[in-house]
């Protein structure tokens, strides 16, 4: 059984750039919600797909996108990177009802 | 106020000393879950809780749903306990999305 994974692991933008960031899902899981997750702070919810839909966002703006593909691995999208973006990224697969969630290891974001 | 409260912030124990760990939720869930991360960021579940205590080894998880408090205890701590502990929950809704708390930094001294 494949665990899941994230890349890349560390990542330095600068302001106004854009950013793609990468997670597979555990086999057998065809949900990935995406977190963020500041320095000293608990993650936050940024959005869920399921079956290549967005199933529920949080409370981030428009320039955080996000796509899954047919192998439920998915993408996170955040464009016009802002000093605030500078996060940990986790993502996370579960069977659809979401209740257990296996996390993938973050990628850290840094936008100088 | 946030939804999930964690207590202690920060906990620095002797080593075999007994740790407890505090949760409390604000809002309807499906499931509580603690957490462990270490200083990589990787986040590793250790219980999922909907009633009642689970037992792994020598941590204990408890909860109570009616005042919505749930206690991580971790017996004969060891310094490989260090981490941060995460309590979270799931909200119920269409996405289950989980909530988290801000983490208790444990550091376990030899």
């Known amino acids: ?112 | 106020k946030n939804e999930v409260e964690q207590s202690p912030q920060n906990l620095t124990a002797q080593e075999g000393e007994f740790i407890t760990i505090n949760c409390s939720y604000s809002v309807g869930i499906s499931a509580l879950h603690w957490l462990q991360q270490h200083p990589g960021g990787g986040i590793v579940s250790l219980f999922m809780l909907s009633s009642g205590k689970k037992k792994h080894g020598r941590l204990i998880a408890t909860i109570n749903i009616q005042e919505k408090h749930s206690s991580l205890h971790i017996t004969a701590s060891h310094p490989r306990d260090s981490a941060v502990y995460i309590c979270a929950v799931n909200d119920g809704g269409a996405t289950n999305k989980l909530i988290f708390g801000t983490g208790t930094l444990l550091a376990v001294q030899p």
């Open chain 1, 1 to 112: 059984e494949t665990g899941v994974t994230q890349s890349p692991t560390h990542l330095i933008k600068t302001r106004g750039q854009q950013v793609t960031l990468r997670c597979s899902s555990q086999s057998g899981h065809n949900t990935v919600s995406w977190y963020q997750q500041a320095l000293g702070q608990g993650p936050q919810f940024i959005f869920q797909y399921y079956r290549e839909e967005e199933n529920g966002r949080g409370n981030f703006p428009p320039r955080f996108s996000g796509l899954q593909f047919p192998n439920y691995s998915s993408e996170l999208n955040v464009n016009a990177l802002e000093l605030d973006d500078s996060a940990l990224y986790l993502c996370a697969s579960s069977l659809e009802d979401g209740r257990e969630q296996f996390f993938g290891p973050g990628t850290r974001l840094t936008v100088l």
